[in-house]
């Protein structure tokens, strides 16, 4: 589907160097990332947080990752 502002890809818009999220308006360089951003974190809140430094994340993995690395 072709539209005035570039393309529209299912969920993504694609412009010359900016892709962006058609769900939450997030931009990214390439599209790559943007698919990245749509399979993991589009639409989900980080809802797992670390009770030691409060930082949040995704998933319970990377929350892991984070306590072996940092603390
Ligand atoms: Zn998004
Ligand atoms: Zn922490």
Do not use: P, W
């Amino acid at each position: 589907m072709r539209s005035k502002d570039g393309y529209e890809i299912g969920n993504i818009i694609s412009f010359l160097n900016v892709h962006r999220c058609f769900n939450c308006s997030k931009r990214y360089k390439t599209l790559n990332s943007l698919r990245r951003h749509r399979r993991v974190e589009c639409g989900k809140t980080k809802d797992v947080i670390c009770a030691i430094c409060n930082h949040s994340f995704y998933y319970k993995q990377d929350l892991q990752k984070h306590i072996h690395k940092k603390h």
